[in-house]
Antibody, heavy 121, light 108 residues
Framework: QVQLQESGPGLVKPSETLSLTCTVS????????WSWIRQPPGKGMEWIGY???????NFNPSLKSRVTISIDTSKNQFSLKLSSVTAADTAVYYC???????????????WGQGTLVTVSS | SSELTQDPAVSVALGQTVRITCQGD??????ASWYQQKPGQAPVLVIY???NRPSGIPDRFSGSSSGNTASLTITGAQAEDEADYYC???????????FGGGTKLTVL
């Protein structure tokens, strides 16, 4: 059974960089689109971006200038960095495994439990 | 703002059938996937590629698509189906992933 687990600081100061890591167990990180998705408290989900196991990336245009996603296949981990954070970046951050379904639509079949990151001084 | 539009809230009587919809121009070209999210939990994929269920998802969940609208139907809603439901697909400008705003389902 594939499992994903997010880790990283739960509190980040404004203007600093949010950093999270997702560790994948129970399956290989090779193949699939490894993604970050966030959900502000009481609101809907927002896709941040993904990295393919080969290292190619794609990001939400609204966040692209601030986002970096990297992958370490030797550790079965991928990571998120979001720079210049503000209170608007306060959210539960999920890592998820994306697979391509019919027509090229990416569906997320495994998710981490999520980690709340609060941006506050 | 999301390019996939969902009704904020829908209710259904226990044991009845409910349809949750997702509208967007991109749905004329792409299928939607659907997720169930209960309070304090991560989302769970319930439908992909229009009407495919992952292993373990009850067959009372089904999906369909027509024009610019994708639908998730729950036939014989159960109390445990009370949750938020989100659709996702591609958007019409090329962004590979977009989510709808979510629908809160109440089972009466």
């Amino acid at each position: 059974q594939v499992q994903l687990q997010e880790s990283g600081p739960g509190l980040v100061k404004p203007s600093e960089t949010l950093s999270l890591t997702c560790t994948v167990s129970g399956g290989s990180i090779n193949s699939y689109y490894w993604s970050w998705i966030r959900q502000p408290p009481g609101k809907g989900m927002e896709w941040i971006g993904y990295i393919y196991y080969s290292g190619s990336t794609n990001f939400n245009p609204s966040l692209k200038s601030r986002v970096t996603i990297s992958i370490d296949t030797s550790k079965n981990q991928f990571s998120l960095k979001l720079s210049s954070v503000t209170a608007a970046d306060t959210a539960v951050y999920y890592c998820a495994r994306g697979r391509v379904t019919f027509g090229g639509v990416i569906a997320f079949d495994y998710w981490g439990q999520g980690t709340l990151v609060t941006v506050s001084s | 703002s999301s390019e996939l539009t969902q009704d904020p809230a829908v209710s259904v009587a226990l044991g009845q059938t409910v349809r949750i919809t997702c509208q967007g121009d991109s749905l004329r070209s792409y299928y939607a996937s659907w997720y169930q999210q209960k309070p304090g939990q991560a989302p769970v994929l319930v439908i992909y590629s229009k009407n495919n269920r992952p292993s373990g998802i009850p067959d009372r969940f089904s999906g369909s698509s027509s024009g610019n609208t994708a639908s998730l139907t729950i036939t014989g809603a159960q109390a445990e189906d009370e949750a938020d439901y989100y659709c996702n697909s591609r958007d019409s400008s090329g962004t590979p992933v977009v989510f709808g705003g979510g629908t809160k389902l109440t089972v009466l």
